[in-house]
């Protein structure tokens, strides 16, 4: 293995996701190349300032961190505790309030007027007489299955 | 001492008969109860095409019977009338209705009914009809169309 192939794997070496074959080529021609192996405690220097670096960061925000930490979790349990009340309240209100809408319907919908519709069972009816001062009427039977109309005539207009 | 001869099949049959001719005098003799009438005032026309939703199930009667496009339902009135009771009902147009139930065989109602315009007495009628059954009466012009009044009682 060459110099060139050498410093090109030589991060990847270090980091450890060669196969061990390759490492061992790498650390074969490290022993006996000593600009490679130069280089290669160059890396491993420059990795280890990163991770103390990385490590002295994390030391001093971890304090911060855990207070924060504590902020957080003193608000998330004081949240719940105003909402469970809330839930509570928002889980029974439609029994009093369709109780008391039931009420008002009961109240204000007029009782002798209905909008229901009509569902006649018959429409045998018998027409005993038929009198009228005022106008022509007329019996019109078109069947058993349609209704009797009983239809008045006021000066001819209809 | 000879057991006398019972004679089989007349006892049974007997209070049966007697059962019925009981039971049909009692519901002759019953009070009427009172008579339910719901009276839809409808105006029929030629403006429009809609059809009442109280009308659904009279839709296509309608249509059928008569060549108006548009029924639209203007009142309606129930009352709860005893027989000889009379019900007053005001129908559009300075016009009014009397219905008095007179006596009825059992499950039937006959209606005695009078539609009045001012003084004049446009309808005297007595109509017999089955209890929960309908009858139309119409003509009587209204603004635009016709008045029909959906008569049903039971």
Redesign the interface.
Known sequence: MDCGKVCMMLQDEIDGRLPPSESAEILLHLESCPSCAAEAAGYRRVGEMLRLWAESGAGEKAARLDAMWTRVSAGIDEQRQRDEPASWWRKWIWVPAGAVLAVLVLLFYPS????????????????????????T?AL?D?GE??????????ND?? | MTRPERRPGILLPGIALLAVVLASLAAEAAPAGPVSVDIGVVVASNQGTSVDPALSALRVKLQSMFSYSSYKMLDRAKRNLAVGETGDFALPGGRSMKVTPVAAPPNKVRLAVQIMEGERNLLTTTLGMSRGGMVLVGGPPYRSGVMILLISAE
């Open positions: 002798d007027v209905s909008r229901a519709p009509f569902h006649p069972t018959s429409f045998d009816v018998a027409v005993e007489d038929l009198e009228s001062d005022a106008a009427v019109v078109k299955d349609l209704p009797r109309v009983i239809w008045i005539i006021e207009k209809t």
